[in-house]
């Protein structure tokens, strides 16, 4: 059969927009997606969907059924052929579907429990849609759990929300309330859909249900409207081939194929094409083009159907030979007749290279490895921002070779010597290899949390070197001395913190007096109370052990000339090691002056 999923509107072609459905664990995203078919597929099957590999067309006929009454209220026009719901809802799907570091989702339905609000991965999930610029709305789910909500069977979610009690319309009012205000907080304008009057700015709130099927109509009207308001220049059908390459499958029969989502222009069989390969790229010929069998055909022997030709969008599998080492979320090029194949490759390898070699130059950093080239560019994204240096990057299973690698930054920096294996297999040899050379492999298969194990491998190595360096480590002051009560064992002085901040522990010195020694602080007293750290302007009376000094006051020093905390280059070093975000800009200036003073390169 020929497929033509394309639409003609005032001459000019349009395709099914594609949609991704992204979320935190448990918020209703497979159900909403099994809900979105099942209702189509009760409606008839002329309606019905199509099932395409890893998505689900959802044509325009099944649309207008569902939101008819609707539609007709707001007298919409419909001029796309459907949606192109891509049927793994998450994180992994969405990354792959990328050309050139851009998103091919052209829009994505954020869902968002209304009963739990914001989760860590709805901040993840924003995090990336910021990161390829994707439009979306946000499907406020489960409505149907707020207390003494009457579930109204696949009702537009107004209608529903008319029927309800006062106590239960109130309390759906509050839950929106604190849900805007959470988005408020990630500095995202929100509005619930009907109230929302400039796209552009605000985001949509549509209430939805995944169980009742309230809310779904206006779910895909939403959806719908947007994209033909605001987005029809991105859905118009062009030639220019558009594909990304979503996972590579070992089927019975067909051997390694390839899961593609082809977003714009025509695959043939026999086409000529280059996909990024693990080792460089692949050049290889399209045996044949697959899609699923409709639904009612499902009893049928054949697993799948044979096309000669595919037209946009669509979900494909595509069988060719030598697919083995294909890389999840490149891009499939076609070489044309005329077409360079030279050149195509360089692109094919340009697109994997951008992404391995956005690493630190300084070679240091830790080591990351992720299972496509989608995930590998989020995961890099997350810890630039969260100021992670990134020295070593691959795509795929973690072998010895990797964890040598890793290896290197023992000696360079050791805090760096972490692997860290996103959704990636850790083979045996590599755990053994990592135990033996003291290589840590912190392994997980969401980027939130990465977060928490990254904040407390740092934190624990921090706490180490603190605890390590503590005895060393001099905190830059000056000191103007006011009083001398006591000369010796131990001084007792009063002074005034002119500068920095002085603490108990820091050996003082007067540098003016051929820096002779005065002794280490070990009390302090503010306003009669011990304290461990004076501030600037401070006012306190000082004890100074001088026991292991061979100075004396009054004969090598005298309290009228300044007195200085004691530094050193090892001291600098370890204060700048373990507390350089605890110094304050007048610390470090005061630390370069006080360079100068003790003539420290
Ligand atoms: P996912 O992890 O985001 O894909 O979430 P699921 O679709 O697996 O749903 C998680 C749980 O929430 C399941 O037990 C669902 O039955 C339930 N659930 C999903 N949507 C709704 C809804 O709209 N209302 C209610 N009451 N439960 C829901």
Known sequence: PTTD????????????????ILGHVDTGKTSLLDKIRNTNVQ?????????????????????????KSFAEKIKMDFKLPGLLLIDTPGHESFNNLRSRGSGLCDLAILVIDIMHGLEAQTLESINLLRMRKTPFI???????????????????????????SKSAAQEFDYKVKDTIAALAGQELNAELYWRNKDHRKYVSLVPTSAHTGEGISDLMLVVMQLMQKLMLDKVEFTNQLQCTLLEVKVIEGFGTTIDVVLVNGTLNEGDKIVVSGFNGPIETSIRSLLTPPPLRESRVKSTFINHKSIRAAMGIKIVAPGLEKAVPGTSLHVVGPNDDIEKIRAEAKREVDSVLNDVETSGIGVSVQASTLGSLEAFLNFLKKIKVPV?????????????????????????????????VKIEESALHAANEMKVQILSDETIYLFEEKLKKHFGAIKEKLRAES??????????????VFRNSNPILVGVRVKEGTLRIGTPICV?????????KVIGIKLNEKDVVLAKKDDVVSVAIDDTNTKTTIFRHFDDKK????????????????G???????????????????????
């Open 391 to 423: 020295a070593n990057v691959a795509i795929g299973p973690v072998h010895k070779k990797h964890v040598m690698n890793t290896s290197i930054m023992l000696d360079k920096d050791p805090k760096y010597a972490i692997l860290l294996a996103f959704d």
């Open 5 to 20: 999923p394309t639409t003609t509107f005032a001459d000019k072609q349009y395709r099914s927009p594609i949609i991704c």
């Open 562 to 577: 300044q007195w200085m905390s004691k530094i050193t280059r090892e001291s600098l070093d370890a204060l700048k090691e």
């Open 43 to 67: 409606g008839g099957e002329a309606r019905g969907i199509t099932q395409q590999i890893g998505a689900s067309f959802i044509p325009v006929e099944a649309i207008k059924e569902q939101t």
């Open 511 to 519: 540098p003016e007096s051929n820096c002779a020694d005065v002794g």
């Open 138 to 164: 946000v499907a406020l789910n489960k409505v149907d759990r707020i207390y003494d909500w009457k579930p109204c069977v696949n009702t537009d979610f107004k209608e529903a929300y008319k029927v309800q």
């Open 470 to 483: 503590a005895s060393i480590c001099v905190w830059p002051c000056i000191l103007e001395v006011t009083n």
């Open 579 to 601: 507390w350089s975000e605890d110094l304050t800009k007048q610390d470090v200036q005061l630390l370069k002056f006080m360079k100068t003073v003790y003539k420290i390169q």
